[in-house]
């Protein structure tokens, strides 16, 4: 049963991609990472200065890996490398902010004979993006595909990774987990519009928002007293989920300006009357 799951699941996950990837479940995309990166052929990591996951810093420190960051356009990164490292880790879209050109970075990395791995977490099933040799997306929580735990991760057949796919094979998960990714898949193209569209009613406020794209699901604000606002609008603003609506920035995995990041999914589920008067709240919260 659990096989004939599986094998459907994989069909419909490879349906919104854009290669014929190995796909593997795992029970967290950190241990998806953690797989990847395991490989003996990889010793020097490269990843983006900021934009990132988190992971993409604690990983090559916990396995001993050497790891350089590549400077880039306030998060968004210009497909110009040399051969620096055996890898590249990027997120499609650079602190769920800015999008990064996939294609042309994995054009890019491949004439150059440098392993490219993508998380599309944040895209998902968006094949404008996921080009890359390897392709990760997390289902954990709040995310485009929510299971609340577990992700899946591709290989590309142009590429031979058999040690991380051993090490992925280790992976178990229950039923119940591919019956809701089933799910999730069939929902995600609607969520992934609705994500963008609740982004687009905050840029179309008088907030400080310097980076304003249609593929947006996250919106930051700049702030040069972040910490002060942040203690007035979490007083007074509530996301549908999670503690707080905001992320307090700067940081590696959003962006490395002062500000706020408005985490959208957090309010997925609202209609857009009430995604607007939020965004009036905050202004007149903090201007």
Known sequence: MEKIIMSNLRNKILHLLNKNYNIYFVNS?????????????????????????????????????????????????????????????????SGHIRSNPSREIC?????????SIEDISGVFPDKDFGWADVIYCSTGSPKILECGYGGFVGFSPDINMEESEKVLLFSKLPDSYYLKLNDEIENAQKKLNTLRNMAQIFQKSSLEIPYKEPKSISVFVKDENPTNSLELLNKKIRPKTGKSLFTKC??????????????????????????????????????
């Open 250 to 287: 700067p940081r590696y995995d959003r962006i490395k300006e002062n500000g706020f990041v408005i985490e959208t999914i957090k309010l997925y589920g609202m209609e857009n009357d009430e995604i607007k008067e939020i965004s009036e709240n905050i202004e007149k919260i903090i201007l």
């Open 29 to 93: 995309a950190t241990f998806g990472l953690f797989s990847i990166l395991f490989d003996s052929n990889i010793t020097k990591i490269g990843i983006p200065d900021q934009g990132g996951f988190k992971g993409f810093i604690e990983i090559p420190k916990l396995l001993k890996k050497n790891y350089v960051e590549f400077p880039t356009d306030n998060g968004v990164i210009v497909p110009k490398f040399k051969k620096e490292f055996d890898v590249f880790l990027f997120t499609s879209l």
């Open 107 to 115: 054009n890019e990395l491949m004439n150059k004979g440098i392993v």
